[in-house]
């Protein structure tokens, strides 16, 4: 059984940093899920993990991104993350 327990974190940033947001994020190792949402709140992509560290994957992810990037000035990042079973959330 998974003793892990999830958090979700917000971070805004603008279109020119989000590629190197979501890049960053996929190597940390807590990361389950990015959502990336616009200024209205409305949900563009969402991306498990698990699946974007693969390589193969990977680089079609952030060819997207960059894509939105130009669509948009400003974004959100929602970062669900898995808190260690001893962290208090």
Known sequence: MDNMKTFFEEIRVRGTELADKVKSLIHEGNVRR?????????????????????G????????????LAAMAAHFTVVVERAADPGTQV
Do not use: D, R
């Open 56 to 67: 193969i994957v990977f680089a079609p992810v952030l060819a997207a991104i960059g894509a």
């Open 34 to 54: 990015i959502i990336i949402k616009n200024e209205q709140g409305h949900t563009f992509i969402e991306i498990p993990v698990t699946v974007a560290a693969v």
